[in-house]
């Protein structure tokens, strides 16, 4: 069993492409993330580049591995549909069970170009729907403190800050915030309808 990012995926059967001119325009949607244990150098190497260029952070390719991410709904990686794989990694969400009826958001990182353009919501709205669905309560999460945009976003879903963790990031300090689920209703879920790219 593998995934797109080890190069099985066959090739894409393009649809609903978008032109401007004669190029073909991104198509971002956000695909299963697999197991991380299976990723190309590569694939590791996209969000090795991703978690350093936008947070600042830097990973060793075991450290990304070895991330105890389940594959479920909670698991996503941003790709240009219309790139035939082995598909760039341009956002990641991975969620991962924590304790009790708390999920934890382990990674979420979009590349700066894709930023503002819903496919946070997108991704939050996908991730929450699987963990109320699998009997999860809360959401809990670390950010940094400087990064005042993303404590805007996860303040407008309900998470607050409860703790300061200082010396918890490489490049400054951080803030834990968690924060209730909540049922996605009918018209979230409309929104969160990526079309996934289609293969053989």
């Given at each position: 069993k593998g995934n797109q990012f080890a190069g099985l995926y066959p090739s894409e059967a393009k649809r609903n492409s978008r032109k401007n001119g004669s190029e073909l325009m991104p198509r971002m949607v956000w695909m299963p993330g697999g197991r991380l244990l299976d990723y190309s150098q590569n694939a590791?190497?996209?969000?090795i580049d991703l978690f350093r260029e936008e947070t600042g952070e830097r990973y060793a390719e075991?450290?990304?591995r070895h991330l105890p991410i389940p594959e479920w709904d909670a698991n996503l990686v941003l790709v240009d549909?219309?790139?035939?794989?082995?598909?760039?990694?341009e956002g990641v969400f991975f969620g991962t069970p924590?304790?009790?009826?708390i999920v934890r958001i382990a990674a979420f990182v979009?590349?700066?170009?894709h930023q503002g353009q819903a496919h946070g919501s997108r991704a939050w709205l996908r991730f929450n729907?699987?963990?109320?669905?699998?009997?999860?309560?809360?959401?809990?999460?670390?950010v940094k403190a400087d990064n005042v945009r993303a404590q805007h976003f996860y303040a407008k879903r309900g998470l607050s800050v409860l703790q300061e963790l200082d010396g918890y990031y490489q490049s400054?300090?951080?803030?834990?915030?968690?924060?209730?689920?909540?049922?996605?209703?009918?018209?979230e879920e409309l929104?969160?309808?990526?079309?996934?790219?289609?293969?053989d």
């Open positions: 590791v190497q996209d969000v075991a450290s990304v549909a219309e790139q035939e794989p082995p598909r760039k990694i924590f304790k009790e009826d979009i590349a700066k170009k729907k699987e963990a109320w669905a699998k009997g999860f309560r809360h959401v809990q999460l670390e400054g300090m951080g803030y834990m915030m968690r924060g209730p689920l909540a049922p996605v209703s009918d018209e929104f969160t309808s990526d079309p996934s790219p289609t293969h």
